[in-house]
């Protein structure tokens, strides 16, 4: 089994931060790329930022600037540093990874369980 765990959700102000974590456990070979999702209230899923293995990053436009992807590959753990938080960054965060879990194996997509993430005007 693997699961992904996300923390650092929560209620904050317009312009200020936060940070989430998600560590990923149980039996895993490799781990590739690593991401960041959020979904609004009728809205689809989007992608925010993603970060390969080789820590090449990737941003969605409006958050370029604002919002840091980082990973740390001995704890399994990918962040995203949130500053200069609006409105409409709210939505609830979800973390990917792309994971193969014995050697050979494909990679498959894991998703943590999402945190809500709320910014107040």
């Known amino acids: 089994q693997v699961q992904l765990v996300e923390s650092g959700g929560g209620l904050v102000q317009a312009g200020g931060s936060l940070r989430l974590s998600c560590a990923a456990s149980?039996?895993?070979?490799?781990?590739?790329?690593m991401g960041w999702y959020r979904q609004a209230p009728g809205k689809q899923r989007e992608l925010v930022a993603t970060?390969?293995?080789?820590?090449?990053?990737e941003y969605k436009d409006s958050v370029k600037g604002r919002f840091t992807i980082s990973r740390d590959n001995a704890k399994n753990t990918v962040y995203l540093q949130m500053n200069s938080l609006a409105p409409e960054d709210t939505a609830v965060y979800y973390c990917?990874?792309?994971?193969?879990?014995?050697?050979?194996?494909?990679?498959?997509?894991?998703w943590g369980q999402g945190t809500q993430v709320t910014v107040s005007s």
């Open positions: 990917n990874a792309k994971i193969r879990r014995v050697v050979g194996a494909s990679l498959v997509d894991y």
């Open positions: 149980g039996s895993i070979f490799s781990i590739n790329a």
């Open positions: 970060i390969t293995s080789g820590s090449n990053t």
